[in-house]
């Protein structure tokens, strides 16, 4: 099995940076790709971007560049660097690793964007 946890939200004001980190537990070797989810208050949640085991990534539509994905294998660790916060960023945003055809979810970790 494997287990994330997700860490590095917090409250910022409109334009700041945040690093969130997902870190894996468990049968890391199992696990493919990993992504990045978020849901706001009374919204449906929304794909935040994707990184592959290569190291490939791709973004939704919103990212606009503003938001980046990296690993670090030897820890067993995604981070999303988000530069340039909106309070439309304002979201509990939560971790995914895709094992053969199931996916694993972490707990959210919330950001909170004040203008």
């Known amino acids: 099995q494997v287990q994330l946890v997700e860490s590095g939200g917090g409250l910022v004001q409109d334009g700041a940076s945040l690093r969130l980190s997902c870190e894996a537990f468990?049968?890391?070797?199992?696990?493919?790709?990993m992504a990045w989810f978020r849901q706001a208050p009374g919204k449906e949640r929304e794909f935040v971007g994707h990184?592959?085991?290569?190291?490939?990534?791709y973004y939704g539509d919103f990212v606009k560049g503003r938001f980046t994905l990296s690993r670090e294998d030897s820890k067993d660790t995604v981070y999303l660097q988000m530069n340039n916060l909106k309070p439309e960023d304002t979201a509990v945003y939560y971790c995914?690793?895709?094992?053969?055809?199931?996916?694993?979810w972490g707990q959210g970790t919330q950001v909170t964007v004040s203008s």
């Open positions: 990184i592959s085991w290569s190291g490939a990534t």
């Open positions: 468990g049968r890391t070797y199992s696990i493919g790709g």
């Open positions: 995914t690793a895709q094992i053969g055809p199931d996916t694993v």
